[in-house]
């Protein structure tokens, strides 16, 4: 069946919604595109059009036995009643799906593959650190710094004292 969701652009859905039936995607099947399509939402929960537009034999009695006085009618037959103009309930419409856990398992799936992928990178991609970051080098640097006596106003030479040879 097409519907406003396949044909993407409001545009096109514009154009095409001009014409009063549309043909469907196989071909033999015919869409009315005038006819107001039925939505189950929660900011929308009583629809203009009713769940079932076509109706059995059954449920067009049921119709009809629904014109007279509702205190004849049971349970069961109410309940038929309003499935045929709604499909859920407001509490069903709100009532939780376990979506979350789908989600959840795609995330962790992520975090995994991400993992792994770092984990390739220092193994096979990336080399050996660099001999200038081990702590020798680094503390050979910071004296070299302190001797040529690196930005004594505001930088880390102002905490060395000289004269001690050690830190303030």
Not at 65 to 79: I, V
Not at 101 to 111: A, C, D, S, Y
Not at 122 to 131: A, D, K, L
Request: one cysteine or more; charged letters at 25%; hydrophobic letters at 35%.
């Amino acid at each position: 069946m097409l519907c406003r969701a396949a044909l993407g652009r409001v545009g096109l859905w514009r154009g095409l919604c001009s014409s009063s039936r549309l043909q469907g995607q196989t071909g033999s099947e015919l869409v009315d595109c005038t006819v107001t399509p039925y939505l189950c939402r929660l900011d929308t929960p009583l629809s203009d059009v009713p769940y079932e537009r076509d109706l059995t034999n059954e449920q067009r009695a049921l119709k009809e036995k629904e014109k007279g006085d509702w205190g004849k009618l049971t349970k069961e037959e109410k309940l038929a009643l309003y499935r045929l103009a709604h499909q859920h309930s407001y509490c069903e419409m709100r009532q939780g799906s376990s979506e979350w856990k789908t989600v959840l398992g795609g995330v962790f799936f992520m975090l995994g593959f991400s993992g792994l992928l770092v984990w390739w990178q220092r193994v096979y991609v990336f080399g050996e650190v660099p001999h200038t970051l081990s702590p020798e080098w680094i503390e050979k640097q910071t004296q070299r710094m302190i001797d040529m006596q690196v930005n004594p106003v505001q930088g880390f030479s102002v905490y060395w004292d000289y004269e001690k040879k050690q830190w303030k």
